[in-house]
């Protein structure tokens, strides 16, 4: 039957035995699961399958819906698209949606099934969703008809969204809403935190005991930093490496992947966007979906199937934003020294397909707050682990296992309990807009880019999402000068206002730069191949 409806549906002649077993687990409802499997090991289609084959049946003894849970925005379109092509095969009776800030598609959480953002989903459970307007319950409502799927669960590993993360598994298990936890990279002190105060059964657990692509990735080490003293230090040997490699570039922060793509590009001699193209947070909605398919064009990937390439050169230089989601292949990984689970998901973007074997650089770290956005104890574990397992191959996934539980990521207790409460009491008394509750502890803003001469003359492609620290600092900068703000007139129309927000003070906070707010960005501090310039991207990914 498993093999029929794989073979069938979605394509696949001989699912792995990982995937059986969690067909297996979600037929007979014993949850909440917990799958660490490897980076392309089909945990998607493990948990899609036996949901799908509901509808084959016409019996829907699992849930009638399924809600699939990211934790990014940049991640929840491309898993809809794949998801949506599974369903489609099933039935085109299916609905698949997405919703998340940019694309609100499904506020009420009552299509068939449902991918979005971490941050939708605990608004719409906290009932704090201005976009369902008095249909407050409605969301609720139907998550709790639902089974949720928190897939790239590592991710919420931060103190403050990993408490958030807590709470929320307890409300969801004493509910008894079923969910599932998938990861390829979360630490056992994370996963034994996570489910603390809750009876977990471990016979739930499923981890692929033999998982095998015969794909292997040779480690080195640089002795010196791939960015230090305010300059890029690339030697000739590794650019006569990038010249015959298609080549994936991983740092830490923005602004030293804007260096790094500057001194490439111009030493290489390479076309922009055509041969090197540049990946990260801080670019406009249009821009950072063309730069994400650049990407997808010039790495390896795969298309129906087989493996696809460009001729010629191919660089893509990336931050954390690549981690997870992206299905590419590099032949070359360079990569800053990051945390073990980190490393792990970048190392998952190389020789990433059957039979292949690709190279890994890592270089140190040099240089003052060069480890953020991370923690020093984290990268200090992590680089010891490396230097007394030089053979390691992170390919291999019970290495992987044994190379990542060394971090020691864990809940704060008393935040758990802020969360949970914070959560109660948002429940009991709505908000139509999320200021009472947080799910990050970063907070979001939001930036247009604006010529002064045309204005903003694309409101739904400008937008950039940020911290509100990186608002902050580009204030004290000088180079954001205006709020946009919406008004509600005495006859309820909305009237746009632009307010000028002054010059900043020497002051550590001020009341005219704060989350949820818009903020105009003049354009000559935007760049649509580097995005968001200024000395400010040490803060954000």
Same mark, same amino acid.
């Given at each position: ?19 059986? @077993? ?379 296992? @044994? ?73 004290? @900068? ?64």
């Amino acid at each position: 039957m498993i093999e029929e409806f794989y073979r069938g549906y979605l394509g696949i002649s001989d699912p792995y035995s990982h995937q059986k @077993e969690m067909w297996n687990k979600i037929i007979e409802r014993n949850f909440p699961l917990i799958v660490k499997a490897p980076t392309g090991s089909g945990k998607t289609e493990g948990v899609i399958a036996p949901f799908l084959y509901q509808f084959v049946e016409n019996k829907f003894s699992i849930a009638p819906r399924l809600i699939y849970v990211l934790p990014m925005r940049v991640l929840v379109n491309s898993i809809a698209k794949r998801i949506g092509e599974y369903a489609q095969k099933v039935s085109n009776e299916i609905s698949v949606e997405i919703q998340h800030g940019e694309l609100p598609n499904d506020p009420f959480f009552i299509d068939d099934i449902v991918v979005t953002t971490l941050d939708q989903f605990i608004y719409a459970y906290a009932r704090t969703s201005k976009q369902v307007g008095r249909h407050l319950d409605i969301p609720v409502g139907a998550i709790a008809s639902s089974i949720v799927v928190f897939d790239e669960a590592h991710m919420y590993r931060d103190e403050f969204t990993f408490s958030m993360m807590r709470a929320l598994v307890e409300i969801l298990y004493n509910a008894k809403i079923p969910f599932i936890m998938m990861t390829a990279t979360m630490p056992e002190t994370l996963e034994e935190s996570l489910f603390e105060n809750i009876d977990f059964d471990k016979k739930n657990k499923i981890i692929p005991k033999e998982f095998n692509l015969a794909n292997k990735i040779n480690i080195s080490f640089e002795k010196g930093a791939l960015y230090k003293n305010d300059e890029v230090s690339i030697s000739e040997e590794i650019l006569d490496k990038i010249r015959e490699r298609k080549t994936l570039i991983v740092v830490n922060q923005v602004k030293r992947a804007q260096k790094i793509y500057d001194e490439i590009k111009n030493r290489l001699g390479l076309k922009e966007r055509a041969e090197i193209v540049l990946l990260h947070s801080q670019f406009t909605r249009k821009d950072r979906k063309e730069h994400e398919d650049e990407a997808m064009r010039i790495l390896p990937h795969k298309e129906k199937g087989k493996i696809m390439s460009s001729e010629g050169i191919g660089v893509v230089v990336s931050t954390q934003v690549l981690e997870a989601g992206m299905d590419v292949s590099a032949e070359l990984l360079l990569t800053e020294i990051s945390p073990a689970d980190s490393l792990v998901q970048r190392a998952g973007r190389c020789a990433r397909y059957e039979n292949q074997t690709g190279e890994m650089i890592i270089f140190p770290l040099e240089g003052e707050r060069a480890e953020k956005p991370y923690f020093k104890d984290h990268l200090d574990t992590t680089s010891k682990w490396l230097d007394n397992h030089l053979e390691s191959n992170l390919r291999n996934f019970s290495e992987v296992l @044994e190379f990542i539980n060394v971090l020691d990521y864990r809940a704060d207790d008393y935040a758990a309990k802020d969360s949970l409460v914070d959560l109660y009491e948002c429940i009991l008394y709505a908000d139509t807009t999320p200021r009472n509750i947080q799910v990050r502890e970063s907070k979001p803003a939001t930036l247009l880019v604006m010529d002064r001469l045309l204005g903003i003359t694309d409101w739904k492609s400008n937008p950039i999402n940020v911290d509100v620290r990186v608002v902050w600092r580009l204030f004290k @900068e000088g180079k954001i000068r205006r709020e946009i703000r919406w008004n509600i007139t005495a006859s309820k129309e909305k009237k746009l206002e632009i307010r000028d927000l002054g010059k900043p003070t020497e002051d550590e906070e001020d009341p005219r730069i704060g989350p949820f707010r818009t903020y105009i960005l003049d354009k000559n501090y935007y760049d649509s191949l580097k995005g968001v310039v200024g000395e400010i991207n040490d803060v954000v990914i």
